[in-house]
């Protein structure tokens, strides 16, 4: 079929990079003498018909302003009890409606999840490109917006020891990751912090955290910082054997968001360990006898972590993903998905790249924050 209109939409969460991608579609789209148009609001825009035009003209270096200029919400489609053809039945035909013959989707895992059942129920002629802030899709080895993130984490622990240094404080530092480490994992041995907490590790209070601090201020130590995932949670063990401010109905009822997903910003995590370290005290005890008062306190870097422009990898990548997911419309191979693997961009099924990856056991980065916990302390025993 001839292509003469696309749609280009944005879902989920915001993060540096998205007009990178949207500005390297329009560039090949004029090129090609295709028309584009931005749909608002994600998936909830689609549905409800809220469209602008794109004229490339005016948005000269688009890639480097952050967030998107399409905005966006976490409208969930297939939420309804209707079925999944259906639901996809009825996207395309708004796509239709609209006049737009093909549709690229950015998104993550709930948006592009969408994207591959409106391919798969109804033959959509849509591309996905791979956004999450989280790293966590399989289907690519690095999503833009990641580094400028990493980037802004980790300087933001640089900054915080230079106040935990003159308070002779433990920070407790939440960094964005529902589920995968990614972020924290990068930005903690980024900026060398004491303790890294991730999801794919479930932690032990006394072991990773009481222990550690203790032997890091008998070994002289005056300040600490812990980089913990919002996703991060305790061993059910520790939980039940630790714990004081929280038990496992706390989590298990946390509100959801509309793909089902528990909202672990809500529990705080960061609060939770301050809270729980502030009642050791043992712990407190151990700080006295080497001459440092306890005190512990919570930052959650929360939303400034999307925030700003892209850096340059980013807006490089992003440029790159956009040419490349209007170069898989011209060819006409939709149900496909813009892919980095290495330093090249490749082409993978949309069911495929939608998947989630984890932090694995066998990572090097896991070995790199261990060695970091263990040697530091024990190099400098008394």
């Not at 584009?36 to 000269?60: Q, R």
């Not at 300087?155 to 230079?162: G, I, S, W």
């Not at 793909?259 to 529990?267: E, V």
Request: proline share 3%.
């Amino acid at each position: 079929m001839s292509i003469k209109k696309i749609g280009i939409l944005t879902g989920g969460g915001d993060c540096p990079g998205l007009n990178s991608v949207i500005y390297g579609i329009m560039l090949k789209a004029y090129d090609t003498g295709i028309e584009c148009v931005g749909i608002l609001k994600g998936w909830k825009g689609l549905i409800e018909n809220l469209t602008i035009p794109l004229n490339i003209a005016e948005h000269d270096d688009l890639h480097t302003v952050g967030g998107t200029i399409l905005y966006t919400s976490r409208t969930n489609p297939f939420k309804s009890i209707e079925s999944k053809e259906k639901v996809a039945q009825d996207l395309v035909a708004k796509l239709d409606e609209l006049g737009i013959d093909a549709l690229i989707a950015i998104g993550g895992d709930d948006t592009l999840s969408v994207a591959d059942a409106m391919c798969k129920y109804a033959k959509a002629n849509v591309i996905g490109c791979p956004k999450t802030i989280d790293n966590d899709l399989a289907g690519t080895h690095y999503t833009f917006g990641f580094w400028s993130a990493v980037q802004l984490a980790s300087n933001a622990m640089d900054n915080l020891t230079t106040t935990a240094r003159s308070h002779q404080r433990v920070f407790v530092v939440e960094i964005m990751g529902r589920d995968a480490g990614f972020l924290t994992m990068y930005s903690g041995i980024s900026a060398g912090a004491d303790i890294i907490l991730i999801p794919e590790t479930p932690f032990d209070f006394e072991r990773d955290i009481v222990e550690v601090l203790r032997n890091r201020v008998n070994a002289g130590y005056k300040h600490h910082i812990i980089a913990t995932s919002e996703g991060a949670y305790p061993k059910n063990e520790s939980l039940e054997r630790d714990f004081n401010t929280i038990s496992k109905e706390t989590i298990d009822n946390l509100p959801k968001d509309t793909y089902g997903n528990p909202l672990l910003a809500k529990l705080n995590i960061s609060k939770i360990i301050v809270d729980e370290l502030n009642l050791r005290k043992d712990l407190k005890s151990d700080f006295q006898n080497n001459g440092v008062d306890f005190e512990s306190r919570s930052v959650v870097l929360g939303h400034t972590m999307r925030a700003g422009t892209p850096n340059s990898y980013d807006r490089i990548l992003g440029l790159r993903f956009g040419l490349a997911a209007m170069k898989l419309v011209l060819e006409g191979k939709f149900g496909n998905m813009v892919s980095l693997q290495g330093n090249k961009i490749e082409t993978i099924p949309l069911s495929e790249g939608v998947k989630k990856k984890y932090i694995t056991k066998d990572n090097d980065k896991m070995e790199l924050r261990d060695l970091l916990v263990k040697i530091r302390y024990l190099s400098k025993q008394k």
